[in-house]
């Protein structure tokens, strides 16, 4: 393809005056994880910016390596957002980066075809890809993926798939330090508030439902002891993120008219509660990714301004009604990034553990740091990821936490997962599980006229 095609029908092209809008102060370089662990100035927002610029003027093609190497780098955390002065709309910067080299590629690996079938063959379909999921919790719940991380023998294969392999393990409900305080189960049915003052209408999401249902049961349970009866629209399918952030702008465009369309609430327009900080940040972010379709702009407009996640639902709601204690011994908070500078929840999910009496919460440093997870970047970037999440579990060991809670599925793999391959003693759980586990206790259930697990 020519580059003057490419500069016509690019992504970058068409957010060429938030490119601008970069002022090159480079106040972003120091919240970048990727620059300073590399050094590099085009792996900082100021330099993948520079580079943009490059692609959309044509002075650089939008299938040159050097490009791809840079922004396929990238964490895409949008911590360079909170700390721009000017700002800039970075993340929307980067998917259109990305959509040009989806679109452009020339050069790819086994992994990125792997990526690409799966997003448009499985993540496209609902039921297959809730058979995948099925097959998945098969895998790891027979213990099968256990053995063998035990048995050392993915690491001699390959450190990838020993990695992949905890990722899912580390999926799995962990158990609380306390013997006799039990998870909730995946099969957990949700309960019925007593009294219900208000409604609001929960996107499961496909990781969550698919690998963490006891967090969406968890929080159902959880909103109907403040009085929110939670619904979830039987249509809903995956938000589009992986595909977003993989530069696959039609298929993330695709599942969000779908999304939109489940979640008509004519007359009504009930609140959208995500419990997942990657989905609810692509979720607020669909009035831009449906912006010139004519017939979903408006709708994806009002769709946007509906959604929150589940601590800012609770916080508007009121007092968040409080517990038991859970001794788990020191507990630490790591935010999610997305949640974090997506949606701009800082103080609401800790406001859901002050909610648990005497939990014993030890704050974390760097907390508002990337893990290094970022979707599939840990299998597709893995010696960087590394380098980034061995420095959050340095972070993890220095606060003598025992359990970390975050907000976001494939935060809780990545830390589950570096934590148990490093034999750290660490439970990674949500937010909202420890709410819920604190209302157990304390018999709001049986109170609240809903069925005890």
Not at 341 to 354: D, F, N, S, V
């Amino acid at each position: 393809m020519s580059r003057e095609l490419i500069k016509l029908n690019g992504e970058l092209q068409s957010v060429e005056g938030k490119l601008l809008a970069c002022v090159h102060c480079g106040l972003c370089l120091e919240a970048c994880p990727t620059y300073v662990e590399t050094g590099n100035e085009n792996d900082g927002p100021r330099g993948r910016i520079y580079l943009m610029r490059a692609v959309e003027e044509g002075r650089l093609d939008a299938a040159s390596p050097v490009f791809a190497q840079h922004i396929d780098r990238c964490l895409g955390c949008r911590a360079c957002e909170s700390a721009c002065p000017a700002g800039v709309e970075y993340g929307q910067l980067l998917e259109a980066a990305r959509a040009d080299l989806f679109a452009n590629a020339t050069q790819q690996g086994w992994l990125d075809r792997a990526l690409r079938f799966t997003l448009k063959h499985v993540w496209m379909r609902p039921r297959l890809l809730r058979a995948l999921f099925a097959s998945a919790r098969l895998t790891r719940d027979t213990g099968l993926v256990n053995f063998l991380l035990r048995s050392k023998l993915p690491r001699l294969l390959s450190s990838r798939f020993e990695f992949a392999l905890a990722l899912l393990d580390s999926s799995a409900p962990a158990k609380l330090h306390a013997p006799t305080l039990q998870p909730s189960s995946d099969t957990d049915a949700p309960p019925a508030p007593a009294r219900a003052s208000s409604r609001a209408l929960l996107f499961k999401g496909c990781v969550t439902e698919g690998l963490f249902a006891r967090v969406n049961r968890a929080t159902v349970r959880v909103l109907a002891v403040n009085h929110c009866r939670g619904e979830a629209p039987s249509e809903q399918v995956c938000c589009g993120a992986l595909h977003a952030h993989a530069g696959d702008l039609t298929g993330a465009r695709t599942l969000a008219r779908r999304n939109i369309d489940a979640f008509a609430d004519e007359g009504r327009d009930a609140p959208i509660i995500t419990n997942a900080g990657g989905c609810g940040a692509l979720l607020a972010s669909y009035a831009h990714l449906l912006a010139d379709d004519p017939d979903y702009a408006e709708r994806a407009r009002r769709f946007a301004a509906r959604v929150r996640d589940v601590s800012q639902h609770l916080t508007a709601l009121g007092t968040i009604k409080s517990g038991a204690s859970v001794d788990d011994g020191a507990t630490t908070y790591d935010a999610s990034c997305h949640l974090l500078h997506g949606q701009r929840a800082a103080e609401e999910p800790l406001k859901l553990l002050a909610a648990i009496p005497a939990l014993g919460f030890v704050p974390l440093a760097g907390s508002d740091r990337c893990c290094g997870g970022a979707g599939v970047y840990n299998l597709l970037q893995p010696e960087l990821s590394a380098r980034v999440l061995a420095e959050k579990l340095a972070r993890v060991r220095e606060s003598g936490a025992h359990t970390l809670a975050t907000s976001n599925p494939g935060c809780h793999m990545q830390i589950g997962a570096g934590a148990r391959l490093a034999d750290m003693e660490l439970r990674v759980c949500h937010p909202i599980e420890l709410l819920d586990e604190s209302y157990r206790r304390a018999g709001k259930y049986k109170q609240e006229g809903n069925r005890q697990d």
